[in-house]
């Protein structure tokens, strides 16, 4: 650690390169990053045809995998959470298997549960939410 506050992280693994090696590997490279779980999510851009795959920290709710649309508290939403919204028709990998999933965001009643599950894997997500006035979704990707 750095400071108090701020763990060291390892971004050798990152964005499209992430994805790539993921892929590869069935996730034996890239699906445990900085001591958090990864899945590789794989939404449908604003043309309708183009794919957008995003490695993302993710939890599990019973069969449904979690992931938090947080974009390190930013002010706005990152560009795949526009896609699910947009079309919530997905595939989400964990390791070698692709489920094709349906997107939705988590509830208000159900969000405190869901919220839990996920800063147990990652704590920072409650200082992303400290940092930024919107409401950071949280989407629940059950399988089809």
Known sequence: MTDDTKPVRDYSLFGDEHVR??????????????????????????????????????????????????????????????????????????????????ARTATAEEKPRLWSIMTAIWPEYDGYQARTDRDIPLVVLEPR
């Open 21 to 102: 090696r993921y892929r590869e590997t069935d996730g034996e490279v890239g699906h445990i990053w900085n001591g958090a779980p990864i899945t590789i999510l794989s939404t449908t851009r604003k043309d309708g045809v183009t794919p957008r795959d995003v490695p993302l920290i993710y939890g599990r709710d019973g069969d449904d995998v979690l992931v938090v649309a947080s974009k390190g508290g930013a002010p706005d939403n990152p560009l795949w959470y526009a896609d699910l919204v947009r079309d919530p028709e997905v595939t989400v990998q964990v390791l070698g298997e692709v489920t094709p999933s349906r």
